[in-house]
């Protein structure tokens, strides 16, 4: 899906507005599987600001409620601290082998980092062990069309830039054990809808911005009920669900099937 030539056909100037990239957005998505070419893969400082000030202007007029009062938000916060907190100190020393073994594969950082937004917009820095090779950034405009994903995602299981360990690491969710630490940072929930990159969420039309009304979380919906395999839009449909629906008891039910999905690995790719 050539996204970026579709862009450059609207405007003789360059200059592309919200309404434009939503309506190539939704056009290409009707005649195309997923997208193949993302029309921006680096955000500088500047262009992050604009996409996020751009995103907390959408929502104020969002149609979507989010439950859960103060009550909910403090007793969600504190479950998010203790078992964060309780689960790094259990998990320190098999992180500590794990790190050590992603190190002696190829002499790199056994940690990896992306700027990921969440509530409102609102960017931060999302942590994982690393499952690919050291420029795996650098090199995504390689293999953007090679995506596997419906929708806006990207996700391809033969990735060149996977290293050896790193399809361990994906397919036991493993690389994601880093983000315990954002979880108790306040970054992110043990359940909230998966936090997007800036170069998928500026091509969200307002309907998909929805997902950003709450904090990110580990897991929700989608991740209980197929992951990689659940189709885009069904996976943003599951989002605003749990959004409107979010509650204590919804969220240990959804902790308690992300266990048992992360033990039989269905849908990690």
């Known amino acids: ?80 601290i203790i078992i964060s907190f309780t689960a790094l100190l259990i998990l320190l020393i098999p992180m500590l082998i794990i790190s050590l073994i992603i190190f002696i594969d190829d002499r790199e950082s056994p940690f990896f980092s992306q700027i990921r937004l969440t509530e409102n917009g609102k960017p931060f820095r999302m942590y994982k062990f690393r499952s690919m090779c050291k420029d795996a950034e650098k090199k995504f405009s390689e293999v953007q069309k090679e995506n596997e994903c419906d929708g806006l995602a990207f996700k391809n299981e033969n990735d060149p830039r996977i290293t050896r360990i790193g399809g361990f690491l994906r397919k036991t969710s493993i690389d994601e054990l880093p983000q315990l630490w954002n ?56 989002d605003i669900e749990y959004i409107e629906n979010r509650s204590i008891k919804m969220d240990f039910s959804l902790l308690v099937r992300t266990f048992a999905v992360v033990l039989k690995r269905k849908g990690a790719k």
């Open 183 to 238: 979880v108790l940072k306040g970054d992110m929930s043990l359940i909230g809808p998966r936090p997007p990159l800036p170069r998928e969420v500026v091509l969200y039309t307002p309907e998909q911005m929805d997902r950003l009304l709450v904090k990110g979380g580990l897991s929700c919906i989608c991740q209980c009920e197929g992951r990689s395999d659940m189709e885009f839009d069904k996976w943003v449909e599951s």
């Open 1 to 80: 899906m050539n996204i970026v030539a579709e862009y450059r056909t609207k405007t003789s100037e360059g200059a592309v507005t919200e309404e434009m990239m939503t309506e190539v957005t939704l056009d290409l998505l009707k005649k195309n599987k997923g997208i193949t070419e993302y029309p921006i893969l680096e955000f500088d400082n500047r262009a992050l600001g604009l996409l996020c000030g751009g995103v907390s202007e959408t929502l104020k007029h969002s149609n979507v409620k989010p439950s859960g009062g103060i009550v909910y938000l403090f007793f969600k916060r504190v479950i998010d």
